[in-house]
């Protein structure tokens, strides 16, 4: 089945501890992206990789840390947590030509920062 | 730089009424556009999509949008709410895939 995996799906955790959010996909995506969904603000995008070993920030790259050493994975890092990246957290992937197919999504991960 | 605004945080619909959706989008260039819905607990479900091909765009459970570039605006209706459809929707605009801050359909009896 093509899906999207993040690991784990809740996580608490202590201010400053690090951190890792595993993502990935069976699609040969080019395309990955992580996004945080806070109420009010929708969905807002945190980085993005265009293929192996390029990646760029989006919109609220600040505390996190992404890597794309293999196609299919896509890990988000948190080196210090702090109770404001308490938040819902997506993966997804798409094609190179993401406009004709869209994004499959992950099912995401809950994490709280205590 | 892109952009869409979708009016209205909560809906609420009777069941059997009509539902529409507002989005309006800011594109430099000639959009792409989605929707997706999240059903609660869940991750992001692609309802349909807008790709220039046709500016009436049917998706999936009866939701249709329609592209209107005169007035910038890309809104979600079903002509017929159901219980099942009480979900988070959320507009969005590519290349980059920037979301909407989303509207939350209730549908009541």
């Known amino acids: 089945e093509a899906q999207v995996t993040q690991n784990p799906r809740y996580l608490i955790t202590v201010t400053g501890k690090k951190l890792t959010v595993t993502c990935s996909q069976n699609?040969?995506?080019?395309?990955m992206s992580w996004y945080r969904q806070d109420p009010g603000l929708g969905l807002r995008q945190i980085y993005y990789?265009?293929?192996?070993?390029?990646?760029d920030k989006g919109d609220v790259p600040e505390g996190y840390k992404v890597s794309r050493k293999e196609k299919r994975n896509f890990p988000l890092i948190l080196e210090s947590p702090s109770p404001n990246q308490t938040s819902l957290y997506f993966c997804?992937?798409?094609?190179?030509?993401?406009?004709?197919?869209?994004?499959?999504f992950g099912s995401g991960t809950r994490l709280t920062v205590v | 730089a892109q952009s869409v605004t979708q009016l209205g945080s909560h809906v609420s619909v009777s069941e059997g009424a009509l539902v529409l959706l507002r989005c309006n989008y800011s594109?430099?260039?000639?959009?792409?556009l989605f929707w997706y819905v999240q059903y609660p607990n869940q991750g992001l479900q692609l309802l349909l999509k807008?790709?220039?091909?046709?500016?009436l765009v049917k998706g999936i459970n009866g939701f249709e949008a329609e592209f209107k570039k005169s007035e910038t605006s890309f809104h979600l209706t079903k002509p017929s709410a159901h219980m099942s459809d009480a979900a988070e929707y959320f507009c969005?605009?590519?290349?980059?895939?920037?979301f909407g801050t989303g509207t939350r359909l209730q549908v009541t009896l």
């Open positions: 807008y790709t220039s091909a046709a500016t």
């Open positions: 990789s265009m293929n192996v070993e390029v990646t």
């Open positions: 997804a992937s798409s094609h190179r030509d993401s406009r004709n197919y869209g994004y499959t």
């Open positions: 969005a605009v590519s290349g980059k895939l920037t």
């Open positions: 699609m040969n995506h080019e395309y």
């Open positions: 594109s430099s260039v000639p959009p792409y």
